[in-house]
Protein backbone atom coordinates (compact mmCIF):
# COMPACT_ATOMS: atom_id res chain seq x y z
CA UNK A 1 0.00 0.00 0.00
CA UNK A 2 1.08 3.42 -0.82
CA UNK A 3 2.14 5.38 2.44
CA UNK A 4 3.00 9.58 1.63
CA UNK A 5 6.02 11.10 3.85
CA UNK A 6 5.15 12.72 6.97
CA UNK A 7 3.18 15.81 6.94
CA UNK A 8 2.63 18.21 9.56
CA UNK A 9 -0.02 19.96 10.39
CA UNK A 10 0.31 24.11 10.41
CA UNK A 11 -0.73 26.65 12.12
CA UNK A 12 -2.85 28.56 9.22
CA UNK A 13 -5.18 24.98 8.95
CA UNK A 14 -6.46 25.62 11.98
CA UNK A 15 -10.30 27.06 12.84
CA UNK A 16 -11.82 28.94 15.46
CA UNK A 17 -12.69 25.28 17.33
CA UNK A 18 -9.08 24.85 17.46
CA UNK A 19 -8.60 21.92 15.42
CA UNK A 20 -7.73 21.50 11.75
CA UNK A 21 -10.50 22.55 9.63
CA UNK A 22 -12.29 20.70 7.28
CA UNK A 23 -11.12 22.00 4.13
CA UNK A 24 -7.15 20.88 4.73
CA UNK A 25 -8.19 17.40 5.63
CA UNK A 26 -8.58 17.59 1.87
CA UNK A 27 -5.66 19.40 1.54
CA UNK A 28 -3.55 16.56 3.01
CA UNK A 29 -5.45 13.92 1.48
CA UNK A 30 -4.86 15.98 -2.10
CA UNK A 31 -0.87 16.14 -1.38
CA UNK A 32 -0.70 12.70 -0.32
CA UNK A 33 -2.62 11.23 -3.45
CA UNK A 34 -0.70 13.37 -5.62
CA UNK A 35 2.53 11.52 -4.62
CA UNK A 36 0.62 8.03 -5.38
CA UNK A 37 -0.38 9.34 -8.41
CA UNK A 38 3.31 10.12 -9.44
CA UNK A 39 3.89 6.48 -8.75
CA UNK A 40 1.06 5.46 -11.22
CA UNK A 41 2.71 8.40 -13.93
CA UNK A 42 -0.52 9.96 -13.57
CA UNK A 43 1.37 13.64 -11.20
CA UNK A 44 2.29 16.99 -12.58
CA UNK A 45 4.28 15.88 -15.63
CA UNK A 46 2.10 13.58 -16.92
CA UNK A 47 -0.18 16.53 -17.65
CA UNK A 48 2.37 19.18 -18.63
CA UNK A 49 4.08 16.57 -21.26
CA UNK A 50 1.26 14.30 -22.47
CA UNK A 51 -1.84 16.79 -21.53
CA UNK A 52 -3.76 14.83 -19.72
CA UNK A 53 -4.96 14.36 -16.31
CA UNK A 54 -7.33 13.37 -13.16
CA UNK A 55 -10.15 15.09 -12.17
CA UNK A 56 -12.07 14.64 -8.56
CA UNK A 57 -15.91 13.10 -9.54
CA UNK A 58 -16.65 12.67 -5.83
CA UNK A 59 -15.52 12.80 -2.55
CA UNK A 60 -16.62 11.13 0.59
CA UNK A 61 -14.73 12.46 3.71
CA UNK A 62 -15.11 10.70 6.97
CA UNK A 63 -13.95 13.33 10.17
CA UNK A 64 -13.07 10.36 12.97
CA UNK A 65 -10.72 11.99 15.56
CA UNK A 66 -9.71 15.99 15.57
CA UNK A 67 -5.85 16.60 14.52
CA UNK A 68 -4.48 19.67 15.71
CA UNK A 69 -1.33 22.42 15.50
CA UNK A 70 1.96 20.52 15.86
CA UNK A 71 0.46 16.66 15.31
CA UNK A 72 2.22 15.12 12.15
CA UNK A 73 0.42 12.73 9.79
CA UNK A 74 0.50 10.27 6.87
CA UNK A 75 -1.51 9.07 4.22
CA UNK A 76 -2.29 5.59 2.61
CA UNK A 77 -3.86 5.23 -0.48
CA UNK A 78 -5.13 1.83 -1.66
CA UNK A 79 -6.84 1.71 -5.59
CA UNK A 80 -9.74 -0.33 -5.18
CA UNK A 81 -11.20 -0.67 -8.96
CA UNK A 82 -10.12 1.43 -12.20
CA UNK A 83 -11.74 0.63 -15.37
CA UNK A 84 -10.65 2.48 -18.49
CA UNK A 85 -11.86 6.33 -17.74
CA UNK A 86 -11.86 6.35 -14.07
CA UNK A 87 -9.95 5.35 -10.73
CA UNK A 88 -12.00 4.19 -7.23
CA UNK A 89 -9.10 5.17 -4.80
CA UNK A 90 -9.71 4.91 -0.66
CA UNK A 91 -7.18 7.10 1.85
CA UNK A 92 -6.62 6.65 5.61
CA UNK A 93 -5.49 9.54 6.93
CA UNK A 94 -3.63 8.65 10.53
CA UNK A 95 -1.67 10.28 13.26
CA UNK A 96 2.11 9.73 13.62
CA UNK A 97 1.08 7.44 16.46
CA UNK A 98 -1.43 5.52 14.31
CA UNK A 99 -4.68 6.29 15.20
CA UNK A 100 -7.40 7.07 12.63
CA UNK A 101 -7.84 11.00 12.09
CA UNK A 102 -10.44 10.60 8.59
CA UNK A 103 -10.88 8.46 5.75
CA UNK A 104 -11.40 9.89 2.10
CA UNK A 105 -13.22 7.76 -0.63
CA UNK A 106 -12.80 8.88 -4.71
CA UNK A 107 -14.03 8.72 -7.45
CA UNK A 108 -10.95 10.33 -10.23
CA UNK A 109 -11.75 10.91 -14.09
CA UNK A 110 -8.90 9.97 -16.88
CA UNK A 111 -9.48 13.46 -18.71
CA UNK A 112 -8.23 15.06 -22.14
CA UNK A 113 -7.30 18.92 -20.92
CA UNK A 114 -8.07 20.12 -24.05
CA UNK A 115 -11.48 19.67 -23.99
CA UNK A 116 -11.74 19.09 -21.27
CA UNK A 117 -13.00 15.40 -21.76
CA UNK A 118 -13.20 11.96 -20.16
CA UNK A 119 -10.57 9.70 -22.39
CA UNK A 120 -9.20 6.44 -21.90
CA UNK A 121 -6.21 5.97 -20.12
CA UNK A 122 -2.87 5.15 -22.23
CA UNK A 123 -1.93 1.81 -21.94
CA UNK A 124 1.24 2.51 -20.03
CA UNK A 125 -0.85 3.79 -17.70
CA UNK A 126 -3.13 1.07 -17.78
CA UNK A 127 -0.54 -1.45 -16.64
CA UNK A 128 0.79 0.22 -14.06
CA UNK A 129 -2.70 0.73 -12.75
CA UNK A 130 -3.34 -3.02 -13.22
CA UNK A 131 -0.06 -3.81 -11.24
CA UNK A 132 -0.87 -1.67 -8.44
CA UNK A 133 -4.54 -2.92 -8.36
CA UNK A 134 -3.17 -6.30 -8.05
CA UNK A 135 -1.02 -5.60 -5.53
CA UNK A 136 -3.89 -3.78 -3.20
CA UNK A 137 -6.51 -6.27 -4.16
CA UNK A 138 -4.20 -8.96 -1.44
CA UNK A 139 -5.13 -6.16 1.39
CA UNK A 140 -8.78 -6.51 0.67
CA UNK A 141 -11.82 -3.66 0.69
CA UNK A 142 -11.42 -1.35 3.87
CA UNK A 143 -14.24 -1.40 6.62
CA UNK A 144 -15.03 2.33 6.12
CA UNK A 145 -14.58 1.74 2.28
CA UNK A 146 -18.21 2.03 0.52
CA UNK A 147 -19.56 4.59 3.51
CA UNK A 148 -22.98 6.19 2.79
CA UNK A 149 -24.66 9.45 4.11
CA UNK A 150 -27.96 8.76 5.10
CA UNK A 151 -29.85 9.62 8.77
CA UNK A 152 -30.94 6.60 10.01
CA UNK A 153 -34.07 6.04 11.65
CA UNK A 154 -35.79 3.74 14.16
CA UNK A 155 -38.81 2.85 12.63
CA UNK A 156 -40.69 2.63 16.24
CA UNK A 157 -39.92 6.23 16.44
Known amino acids: MFVSLVIEIEKDWIDYNGHLNMAYYNVIFDR ?14 YARARGLTTYAAEAHVC ?53 PKVVPFPPDILANLERMHASHAMLGVPVRAGRAIAIKRNPRA
Do not use: N
Open 63 to 115: YIRELHFGHSVTVTLQLLDYDQKRLHVYQELRHIDGWLAATSEQLCLHVDMSG
Open 32 to 45: AGEDAFVQLGLGGG
